[in-house]
């Protein structure tokens, strides 16, 4: 499945952002999904997963209460809306997608290119 994230750009603290992941199959429903981010000089971190309906999800503490995961099956379509964005928040974010049968899952098997996220004090 190749996926494909957009929605990043600059924003100041305080603000909002929605990413939005658009997958290429109609199977999107069978993949769990992920949302991933690198900041500059530092290595790549969790940032959310949802399952296979939407019914759970997970948060790295960093994100807990300010950002929320989602997903809209009908249009093969992944969401991290981000809200209360703090200059830490500044990274490139990743989508990705993991083919597993299990939750958690423990590794993702698709990753899409990232989109740059900038938030300013």
């Known amino acids: 499945v190749q996926l494909q994230a957009s929605g990043g750009g600059l924003v100041q603290a305080g603000g909002s952002l929605r990413l939005s992941c658009a997958a290429s199959?109609?199977?999107?429903?069978?993949?769990?999904m992920a949302w991933f981010r690198q900041a500059p000089g530092k290595e790549r971190e969790f940032v959310a997963v949802i399952s296979w309906r939407g019914r759970s999800t997970k948060y790295a503490d960093s994100v807990k209460g300010r950002f929320t995961i989602s997903r809209d099956n009908a249009k093969n379509t992944g969401y991290l809306q981000m809200n209360s964005l703090k200059p830490e928040d500044t990274a490139l974010y990743y989508c990705?997608?993991?083919?597993?049968?299990?939750?958690?899952?423990?590794?993702?098997?698709?990753w899409g290119r990232g989109t740059l996220v900038t938030v300013s004090s």
């Open positions: 990705a997608a993991a083919a597993a049968s299990y939750w958690p899952p423990k590794k993702y098997d698709y």
């Open positions: 199959e109609r199977t999107f429903s069978s993949y769990l």
